[in-house]
């Protein structure tokens, strides 16, 4: 199962991998791919988007949708 949220707020790497590194951790997450240009977040595997969406948050970055 895909997942693709917006994520407002990524501008570089160092973002990118805050980002990848929140949402690995969460339980059920397979990979995690950034699209900066896209600003699009892109999960492969079964979480729950609630928890991914949080943990985003929690790194400091706007989930727009
Ligand atoms: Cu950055």
New binding site residues.
Partial sequence: MNQTLKVEG???????M?VEKAVKGIAGVENVQVDLIKKEVMVTGSADREQIARAIKEAGYEVVS
């Fill in positions: 990524m501008s570089c790497h160092h973002c990118e805050a």
